[in-house]
C-alpha cells in the first residue's frame, strides 16, 4: 500500500515525496483512513512504529483549509515529556515546511519562562504541542483557549497518566468542546489507560499494530553478573572494549545519574548526567551534544526512555535495573531503530536477580548471564520471598507487610 492510496491531500502526497517517505508503516496505513472519517481512534504501537505521522498527516490534511482565530487552537497534541514535545513539533513543522499553505504550530513545556510562549500564541495557532502542566498555566493566563478544538490527540497516554497527570488531564478535558475528534495513542494499555480511554473516546476504531518478527528491531540483549560495587568499572571497561561512539546508560535516580557521569569523566569518558532536575536549557544542550558526537556516553534517568529519539545508538546499558518490564522495553528500544542492530546490556547484581527475573518472563524471554573476566560477581543474592507485578517493580520482602507490622504491635503492647 502507498500514500497516494489512504486518501491523503494532493498537497500532502507532495511533502512526503519531498522528505523521503516511501511507504506507510503498519500504523500509518490502519489508522488514517479510519481518522481521515472522522472516527475516535484507539492506537496501540510500540516506540519507532511511526505513530507521529499517523496522526499529523491527517490533522494536516484536516486543517488544509482552515486557519487558526485569535487564541483558538484547532488541533491539540498532549504529550507526557519536553523531549518528546520537541520531538513531535520538529515532526509536524518538517511535513509543514514542505506544504504550499501556512500553519501555524507551537510547541510549549514546562521548565523555560512562559513569556515567549505567551507571545507566541498571540496570534492564535492551528497545532499546539503541548505537556499538560504548561497548558494549564498559559490557560489560566488566558493565553489560549481550547474551545473551537477540533481534534484532541493523546501520545504516550500511558506515560502521561504514569508521570502523574490524570488531574490535569481531567482540566483540559472540561475545557475542549464536546464535538471533537479525540485520536489516543499508547505502547500499553495497563487498566488506568483503558478506563481513560474509556471515558474519552467515543465508538472508537481500535487499530493494534504487534510487531511481525521481520519487524521488530534487532536488539542482542546481554546481562552481565557483576558486584554493585564493579559495575562503573565494568561500565568503563565495555565502553573502551566495543569502542561505541555513543551509549545510553540508564540508572535509578539523579543522584546516580551525576555520579556515574562524575566517574567517567575522571576516567576519560566524556559523559553527563541527564535528570529531571536539570533545567530546559542544560537539557537541550546535553541532548544537542549526544547526537552529534561531542557527547560519548549519556547517564540518564528514566525520564529520558521515551520521547527520545537518538539516531544510530549502537548500545543501551541498563546500570541500574527499571522498575518495570514495561520501561525495560522502552530503555532497551532506544537502540536497534530505523533498521539498525544495536545491543542492550543490563547489570545483574546479586539483589537485582529476582527482579530480573521478573522482566525475562513478562518478556517471555531468557536472557542468559555472562561474566566479564575481572568483574565476577562475589556477593549472595538475599532470601526474599517473592516480587512483584510490573505495576510498581522493585523486590518484595524487603519491606515488612501490615500483617508482620501488626504482629508486632501485638508484642510490644503484651510486653
Request: zero cysteines; proline letters at 5%; a neutral charge.
Given at each position: 500500500?502507498?500514500?497516494?492510496?489512504?486518501?491523503?491531500?494532493?498537497?500532502?502526497?507532495?511533502?512526503?515525496?519531498?522528505?523521503?517517505?516511501?511507504?506507510?508503516?503498519?500504523?500509518?496505513?490502519?489508522a488514517i483512513p479510519a481518522i481521515l472519517r472522522g472516527e475516535d481512534v484507539l492506537g496501540a504501537a510500540?516506540?519507532?512504529?511511526?505513530?507521529?505521522?499517523?496522526?499529523?498527516?491527517?490533522?494536516?490534511?484536516?486543517?488544509?483549509?482552515?486557519?487558526?482565530?485569535?487564541?483558538?487552537?484547532?488541533?491539540?497534541?498532549?504529550?507526557?515529556?519536553?523531549?518528546?514535545?520537541?520531538?513531535?513539533?520538529?515532526?509536524?513543522?518538517?511535513?509543514?515546511?514542505?506544504?504550499?499553505?501556512?500553519?501555524?504550530?507551537?510547541?510549549?513545556?514546562?521548565?523555560?519562562?512562559?513569556?515567549?510562549?505567551?507571545?507566541?500564541?498571540?496570534?492564535?495557532?492551528?497545532?499546539?504541542?503541548?505537556?499538560?502542566?504548561?497548558?494549564?498555566?498559559?490557560?489560566?493566563?488566558?493565553?489560549?483557549?481550547?474551545?473551537?478544538?477540533?481534534?484532541?490527540?493523546?501520545?504516550?497516554?500511558?506515560?502521561?497518566?504514569?508521570?502523574?497527570?490524570?488531574?490535569?488531564?481531567?482540566?483540559?478535558?472540561?475545557?475542549?468542546?464536546?464535538?471533537?475528534?479525540?485520536?489516543?495513542?499508547?505502547?500499553?494499555?495497563?487498566?488506568?489507560?483503558?478506563?481513560?480511554?474509556?471515558?474519552?473516546?467515543?465508538?472508537?476504531?481500535?487499530?493494534?499494530?504487534?510487531?511481525?518478527?521481520?519487524?521488530?528491531?534487532?536488539?542482542?540483549?546481554?546481562?552481565?553478573?557483576?558486584?554493585?560495587?564493579?559495575?562503573?568499572?565494568?561500565?568503563?571497561?565495555?565502553?573502551?572494549?566495543?569502542?561505541?561512539?555513543?551509549?545510553?546508560?540508564?540508572?535509578?535516580?539523579?543522584?546516580?545519574?551525576?555520579?556515574?557521569?562524575?566517574?567517567?569523566?575522571?576516567?576519560?569518558?566524556?559523559?553527563?548526567?541527564?535528570?529531571?532536575?536539570?533545567?530546559?536549557?542544560?537539557?537541550?544542550?546535553?541532548?544537542?551534544?549526544?547526537?552529534?558526537?561531542?557527547?560519548?556516553?549519556?547517564?540518564?534517568?528514566?525520564?529520558?526512555?521515551?520521547?527520545?529519539?537518538?539516531?544510530?545508538?549502537?548500545?543501551v546499558v541498563n546500570y541500574d535495573l527499571p522498575r518495570s518490564a514495561v520501561d525495560y522495553t522502552h530503555?532497551?528500544?532506544?537502540?536497534?531503530?530505523?533498521?539498525?542492530?544495536?545491543?542492550?546490556?543490563?547489570?545483574?547484581?546479586?539483589?537485582?536477580?529476582?527482579?530480573?527475573?521478573?522482566?525475562?518472563?513478562?518478556?517471555?524471554?531468557?536472557?542468559?548471564?555472562?561474566?566479564?573476566?575481572?568483574?565476577?560477581?562475589?556477593?549472595?543474592?538475599?532470601?526474599?520471598?517473592?516480587?512483584?507485578?510490573?505495576?510498581?517493580?522493585?523486590?518484595?520482602?524487603?519491606?515488612?507487610?501490615?500483617?508482620?507490622?501488626?504482629?508486632?504491635?501485638?508484642?510490644?503492647?503484651?510486653?
Amino acid at each position: 500500500m502507498s500514500f497516494s492510496s489512504l486518501g491523503l491531500a494532493p498537497s500532502l502526497l507532495n511533502a512526503i515525496t519531498e522528505i523521503g517517505y516511501l511507504e506507510p508503516t503498519a500504523i500509518q496505513r490502519a489508522a488514517i483512513p479510519a481518522i481521515l472519517r472522522g472516527e475516535d481512534v484507539l492506537g496501540a504501537a510500540q516506540t519507532g512504529s511511526g505513530k507521529t505521522a499517523a496522526f499529523a498527516l491527517p490533522l494536516l490534511h484536516a486543517l488544509l483549509d482552515k486557519r487558526g482565530s485569535q487564541r483558538q487552537v484547532h488541533g491539540l497534541i498532549l504529550v507526557p515529556t519536553r523531549e518528546l514535545a520537541a520531538q513531535v513539533a520538529d515532526s509536524v513543522r518538517t511535513l509543514v515546511s514542505h506544504l504550499p499553505t501556512t500553519l501555524k504550530v507551537q510547541v510549549v513545556f514546562g521548565g523555560v519562562s512562559i513569556n515567549p510562549q505567551m507571545m507566541a500564541l498571540r496570534g492564535g495557532t492551528d497545532i499546539l504541542i503541548a505537556t499538560p502542566g504548561r497548558l494549564l498555566d498559559l490557560i489560566d493566563h488566558n493565553a489560549v483557549k481550547l474551545s473551537q478544538t477540533a481534534m484532541l490527540v493523546l501520545d504516550e497516554a500511558d506515560r502521561l497518566l504514569d508521570l502523574g497527570f490524570s488531574e490535569e488531564l481531567n482540566r483540559i478535558l472540561e475545557l475542549l468542546p464536546q464535538q471533537r475528534q479525540n485520536l489516543f495513542f499508547s505502547a500499553t494499555f495497563p487498566p488506568a489507560v483503558q478506563k481513560l480511554a474509556d471515558t474519552i473516546l467515543n465508538q472508537p476504531t481500535r487499530v493494534e499494530v504487534l510487531s511481525a518478527p521481520a519487524d521488530q528491531p534487532n536488539i542482542a540483549q546481554r546481562a552481565i553478573e557483576v558486584d554493585v560495587a564493579r559495575r562503573t568499572m565494568l561500565l568503563k571497561h565495555l565502553i573502551l572494549e566495543h569502542k561505541w561512539p555513543a551509549v545510553m546508560v540508564f540508572v535509578a535516580t539523579k543522584y546516580a545519574s551525576d555520579h556515574v557521569a562524575d566517574k567517567l569523566n575522571r576516567n576519560g569518558i566524556h559523559a553527563a548526567s541527564f535528570h529531571g532536575e536539570l533545567s530546559q536549557g542544560a537539557r537541550t544542550e546535553t541532548l544537542t551534544d549526544f547526537r552529534s558526537g561531542h557527547l560519548q556516553v549519556l547517564v540518564a534517568t528514566d525520564m529520558a526512555a521515551r520521547g527520545i529519539d537518538i539516531a544510530r545508538l549502537p548500545a543501551v546499558v541498563n546500570y541500574d535495573l527499571p522498575r518495570s518490564a514495561v520501561d525495560y522495553t522502552h530503555r532497551i528500544g532506544r537502540t536497534g531503530r530505523a533498521g539498525e542492530s544495536g545491543v542492550a546490556i543490563s547489570f545483574v547484581t546479586a539483589e537485582a536477580e529476582p527482579h530480573f527475573r521478573l522482566i525475562e518472563k513478562r518478556q517471555a524471554q531468557r536472557v542468559p548471564r555472562e561474566v566479564v573476566a575481572g568483574f565476577e560477581r562475589t556477593d549472595e543474592a538475599p532470601v526474599v520471598s517473592a516480587v512483584t507485578d510490573t505495576v510498581n517493580g522493585g523486590i518484595k520482602g524487603k519491606r515488612k507487610s501490615k500483617k508482620d507490622k501488626l504482629r508486632e504491635a501485638a508484642a510490644a503492647a503484651g510486653e
